[in-house]
Each structure stands twice: as C-alpha cells, then as structure tokens.
C-alpha cells in the first residue's frame, strides 16, 4: 500500500471516529439521568409519537420558581433523546440513517433540524409535582424529505410487450404474512424503511426512491391488513383512499429481499400490469404505493434515559 492510500484510509478512519463521537454526544452518553424518554416509532402513521420526563426532585429543581429551568430542561433533553431513534431508523435495506451520517450523505446538524421541527404540547405536571413532561412527535416525511436527494426522477420501468391494463387509482402490495427470503432458504416477514424498492419475479427493478418526483416526500404508506377490508364499497380506511383512491390495484407480494426485508418482490404478471400503461407508472412517480404489512412490524417502541 503506498503512503497516498495509507493516508486515505487515515483520513476515513478519523472521519468514522467523529462520527461515532458525535453520535455518542448527540444521544446524551455525557448527561444526567434527570430525564428519560419513552415513545414509538408508528411506521403506519409515518410518525414518532414520544414523552420527555424531567425528575425536579433529582435536579434540584423547587416549584413554582423551578418551572422555566425545569421546561428548558425538557427541551434539551428531548433533542439528546430522540436523537437514537431517528439515527435508528431503517433508511433502506442494508442502510439506517445513521450509515448515511456514517458515509456523509447526511448530517447530524440535519437530524437535529428534524427534531427541532417536532410538534409538542405545553408540559404538565404530575399530580404530585415531583415531574414534569411533555409529549412531541416528529413527522416521518420531514426525514425522507430530507433524504431526498435527485432533483428530476428516473423513468420508471417499461415492458416490450405490454398488456391489457385497467387505470386504476393507486397500488397496493399485501405482504402481511412471512414470505421467501429471495436468494435464501428461508422466509421472512417484510420490515418498514424510508425507502423500499419493488422487484418482480425476475428481480427487474420496478419502483425505487429515485422515480418518485420531487414534490412528494413519501414514497409507501405502510398498513395493517384490517386497513383494507373495511366496511365500505372500497373496503380501504379514509387515509387509504387519500394515498391510493377506490380502484387500487391489489397485488400479493412473492417474496422479499434485502439485507433487511423490506422490498417486496411482485410477479412479473402483476409488474407488468403497473409498466404497461403511462397512468399505471404514473402512480409509482406520485408516491400512490400502499405496503399492507404485518401489524407487529408497524410500531416500535422505545425508551432511553440519560446517563
């Protein structure tokens, strides 16, 4: 190896060591364990719904003069504690977001903009004064928003030789159930990520973060599968008909793949009824994707204390 590699490998070593520093900061490591954090992440809401708790009586803190100190308290702390649960987030299937701060195709600055952009409610007291809380939630589109990169979309995928299709108003892919593991012996249940892919059964690329257009910011809504056999003409809940209208195209997916499980694998029969058509394709540039996955994958809950 000659010095010029060596130094390079250096230079990406130091820059691997800053990161994980300042990983380690951003999750309050350092800190007292006057505050705790407890919440989940709601993959079907596409939100993080979390409470920020400060013990007053642990820090010192005397009401009724206590309570500005004892609210900026909460405040910082929420930001320190929220921090692992965005880096933690499965960005695509072999990266969370905190590999894309590793590789610098994000920042932490970013993920603290995120934070910062959380909805919260005024704090409250507990009935016997010794904590005060609040409770914040994070969009999940403010993070994909952000991770979106390309400013024209890629052309999604066309066939030689379409097929007769319906227009139909959304698609929507039913994986509730655990499925082949493409490549693999085994099987698995598909996972939520910021950004899942579609193959068909020749594992042709048929949907990717890069085809959708820029002035959407999500590119799957999740559900459980209750959400579509609903008591209704469409049978889909009112949040489902907004992502994907009354006529979906319902397809069940194959199999999975990835490092992690979360793209989907569709037959080529089905893949083909979407790529025939310039309003089919259209509906994967505009976001109108509904993974009906398992409920227990949806929503995963956390608690970190600072200590």
Not at 180 to 204: E, Q, T
Request: charged share 20%.
């Amino acid at each position: 190896m000659n010095s010029e590699e060596d130094s390079g490998e250096h230079v990406g070593l130091r820059k691997r060591v800053l990161v994980l520093f300042l990983i380690i900061l951003a999750t309050g490591v350092f800190a007292d364990d006057n505050v705790c954090i407890t919440g989940v992440v709601e993959w079907d809401t596409l939100r993080i719904k979390s409470e920020v708790s400060l013990d007053l009586v642990k820090a010192g803190i005397k009401l009724p003069s206590g309570r500005t100190q004892g609210e900026s308290l909460l405040n910082s702390g929420y930001l320190r504690l929220i921090q692992p649960s965005i880096l933690d987030l499965q960005a695509d299937s072999s990266s969370t977001v905190a590999d894309l701060i590793n590789r610098g195709e994000f920042s932490l600055l970013e993920a603290d903009n995120l934070a910062l952009k959380a909805q919260s409610v005024p704090p409250a007291l507990s009935s016997d004064l010794r904590k005060i809380s609040n409770s914040y939630t994070t969009d999940i589109s403010d993070i994909t928003a952000a991770l979106m990169r390309h400013t024209r979309p890629s052309p999604v995928m066309r066939t030689l030789i379409p097929v007769s299709s319906a227009q139909y108003t959304g698609i929507i892919v039913i994986a509730s159930e655990s499925l082949p593991l493409h490549g693999m012996r085994s099987g698995a249940l598909a996972v939520p990520c910021l950004f899942p892919k579609i193959w068909d059964s020749n594992m042709n690329l048929i949907y990717e973060r890069n085809m959708l257009e820029t002035n959407n910011s999500t590119m799957v809504r999740y559900a459980p599968l209750q959400s579509i056999f609903q008591n209704n003409p469409s049978g889909l809940t009112p949040e489902l008909i907004e992502v994907v209208g009354n006529r979906p195209l319902r397809i069940f997916a194959v199999g999975v793949y990835g490092i992690n499980p979360t793209d989907l694998v569709i037959d080529n029969r089905d893949a083909k009824l979407i790529i025939s058509s310039n309003d089919n394709r259209r509906l994967l540039s505009e976001g109108r994707v509904v993974f009906v996955l398992n409920e227990t994958v949806l929503k995963k809950e956390f608690s970190t204390n600072e200590k």
